[in-house]
């Protein structure tokens, strides 16, 4: 079976899990934005999305690209400074069509946040929401910027990956 990697980041950390599955896994690799990707191709799709404001970035991408993905296994990596969880997966289940939620593989690996690289206006935000936020190692995260970058962690995704490789039946999209 042929995969590829579609993901929606905007400050470099989903960017950089693509790359390192892309490597681990010999699958391309396309920004939501390159419009030499194309969904339809493939039979299966690693989807890569950061995690913004309570929600997953590549959620309108999903939306425009639906008849492509119905019927296509889907692995989702989705990049953030929560953890995995229960408030991870509630985000996630508010972006995404619940059909699509209910088959596809969630692996949750964490990002980074450098406020350098944020707007004066984004960083006001994100302090505000520290000082309302109630989980204050989160907090501290929103308030000063964190980096949990790990290479390691794409392991769950390069097995799924393997799963869906090692398979003997013929493409069903014939790439
Ligand atoms: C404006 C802004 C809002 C964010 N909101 C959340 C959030 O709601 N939940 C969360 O877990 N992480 C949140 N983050 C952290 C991002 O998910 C994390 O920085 C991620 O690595 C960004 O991915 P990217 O580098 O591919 O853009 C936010 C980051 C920014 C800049």
Same mark, same amino acid.
């Given at each position: 079976?042929?995969?590829?990697? $579609? #993901?929606?980041?905007? #400050?470099?950390?989903?960017?950089? #899990?693509?790359?390192?599955?892309?490597? +681990?896994?010999?699958?391309?690799? $396309?920004?939501?934005?390159?419009? +030499?990707?194309?969904?339809?191709? #493939?039979?299966?799709?690693? =989807?890569?999305?950061?995690?913004?404001?309570?929600?997953?970035?590549?959620?309108?991408?999903?939306?425009?690209?639906?008849? +492509?993905?119905?019927?296509?296994?889907?692995?989702? $990596?989705?990049?953030?400074?929560? &953890? /995995?969880? /229960?408030? =991870?997966?509630?985000?996630?289940?508010?972006?995404?069509?619940?059909?699509?939620?209910?088959?596809?593989?969630?692996? +949750?690996?964490?990002?980074?946040?450098?406020?350098?690289?944020?707007?004066?206006?984004?960083?006001?935000?994100?302090? /505000?929401?520290?000082?309302?936020? @109630?989980?204050?190692?989160?907090?501290?995260?929103?308030?000063?910027? $964190?980096?949990?970058?790990?290479?390691?962690?794409? @392991? &769950?995704?390069?097995?799924?990956?393997?799963?869906?490789?090692?398979?003997?039946?013929?493409?069903?999209?014939?790439?």
């Amino acid at each position: 079976m042929n995969g590829a990697i $579609f #993901y929606s980041g905007r #400050y470099g950390s989903t960017a950089q #899990y693509s790359k390192w599955i892309s490597d +681990a896994t010999g699958l391309p690799a $396309f920004s939501i934005d390159d419009p +030499a990707g194309d969904p339809s191709q #493939y039979d299966f799709l690693i =989807l890569g999305s950061s995690i913004v404001f309570y929600r997953a970035t590549i959620r309108r991408w999903v939306r425009q690209h639906s008849p +492509a993905l119905a019927d296509t296994p889907i692995v989702l $990596f989705t990049v953030s400074g929560a &953890p /995995a969880g /229960a408030k =991870l997966d509630g985000w996630v289940a508010e972006s995404l069509p619940p059909e699509l939620v209910a088959r596809m593989d969630h692996v +949750a690996l964490r990002g980074r946040l450098n406020h350098d690289d944020v707007s004066w206006w984004l960083k006001l935000i994100l302090k /505000a929401g520290a000082l309302l936020n @109630r989980d204050r190692a989160a907090a501290e995260e929103e308030r000063h910027g $964190f980096d949990h970058m790990d290479e390691s962690s794409i @392991r &769950p995704v390069v097995e799924l990956v393997d799963r869906y490789t090692t398979r003997s039946e013929p493409g069903r999209r014939g790439r």
